[in-house]
C-alpha cells in the first residue's frame, strides 16, 4: 500500500486558514485521496476526497498537484472546534466485494489558538 | 441520533477473559469495518463486512478474534483468551451502497479495551 507523510503536529489562530500538507510520492494512478479526521475521544470523521481535480465541499477544499505526489487539505477559516488529528489516506479501488477499507498513517495533530 | 453506535463504550476486563462488542451501523448501510486503533496511531483495518459476508480478514486477526454478521444489520466482534496487547479503541465504520455516497465511511463512537 502507498504510504503518506505528513507533520506531526501544526498549529493555526482562530479564523485564519489552514492548508495541511501531505506528501504521497508513492501514489499509483488509480489510488484516491481521502481526509478524515479525529476529534478527542471520538471516532473519526469523513473530511473530503478526490483522485485528480480539486475538490470543494462545506467542511474544506482538497488541492491535489499536477503529479499527484502531494495534495494539501484547506480549511478556510479555522474554529476551535477543527482542533483534530487530521489524517491524508491513499484508498486503492475497491478489492473484492467493493472493499473500501482504509490505511491510515500517524496524522497531522492541529491545534487552533483563541 | 441515526449514527453509527457501539456498545459497550468502555470495557475492563482481566486476561485471558472473553469479551464481545456489538456495532448497529447506520441503518441500511450494507458495508461495515471494524478497525483498532493504539494510543497516538492511527486505526488499523481489521475486517470488512458487505451484507452479511465476511469478505476480508487482516493478518491482524488472529484466530482468537472472530466477527459477524449475521442477518447484513449489527455486527458483533469477539476476542477470545485476551491478552494485555489486546488493549486499544475498537472501531466500528459502515458505509452506502449509494454511488454517491460510497466512499464516505462513517464511524461509531468505539470501545475502548483494558486488558489486565
Known amino acids: 500500500d502507498a504510504k503518506t507523510t505528513q507533520p506531526n503536529s501544526m498549529e493555526s489562530n482562530e479564523e485564519e486558514p489552514v492548508h495541511l500538507p501531505c506528501n504521497h510520492s508513492t501514489i499509483s494512478g488509480t489510488d484516491y485521496i481521502h481526509w478524515y479526521r479525529q476529534l478527542p475521544s471520538q471516532g473519526p470523521e469523513y473530511v473530503i476526497h478526490?483522485?485528480?481535480?480539486?475538490v470543494n465541499n462545506r467542511m474544506a477544499s482538497l488541492a491535489i498537484a499536477e503529479d499527484r505526489k502531494s495534495s494539501t487539505l484547506i480549511l478556510h477559516r479555522a474554529t476551535l472546534r477543527d482542533a483534530a488529528v487530521y489524517y491524508c489516506?491513499?484508498?486503492?479501488?475497491?478489492?473484492?466485494?467493493?472493499?473500501?477499507?482504509?490505511?491510515w498513517g500517524l496524522g497531522t495533530s492541529l491545534a487552533v489558538n483563541p | 441520533d441515526t449514527g453509527v453506535s457501539q456498545d459497550p463504550r468502555h470495557k475492563i476486563t482481566k486476561r485471558g477473559q472473553n469479551v464481545t462488542f456489538r456495532c448497529d451501523p447506520i441503518?441500511?448501510?450494507?458495508?461495515l469495518y471494524w478497525y483498532r486503533q493504539t494510543l497516538g496511531q492511527g486505526p488499523e483495518f481489521l475486517t470488512y463486512?458487505?451484507?452479511?459476508?465476511?469478505?476480508?480478514k487482516s493478518r491482524l486477526l488472529s484466530d482468537r478474534f472472530s466477527a459477524e454478521r449475521p442477518k447484513g444489520s449489527f455486527s458483533t466482534l469477539e476476542i477470545q483468551r485476551t491478552e494485555q496487547g489486546d488493549s486499544a479503541m475498537y472501531l466500528c465504520?459502515?458505509?452506502?451502497?449509494?454511488?454517491?455516497?460510497?466512499?464516505?465511511?462513517?464511524f461509531g463512537p468505539g470501545t475502548r479495551l483494558t486488558v489486565l
Open positions: 463486512f458487505q451484507n452479511e459476508a465476511q469478505l476480508e
Open positions: 489516506i491513499l484508498r486503492a479501488p475497491f478489492n473484492a466485494g467493493n472493499n473500501r477499507k482504509l490505511i
Open positions: 465504520a459502515s458505509s452506502s451502497r449509494d454511488p454517491v455516497n460510497v466512499n464516505e465511511q462513517f
Open positions: 478526490g483522485l485528480t481535480s480539486n
Open positions: 441503518s441500511e448501510h450494507n458495508r
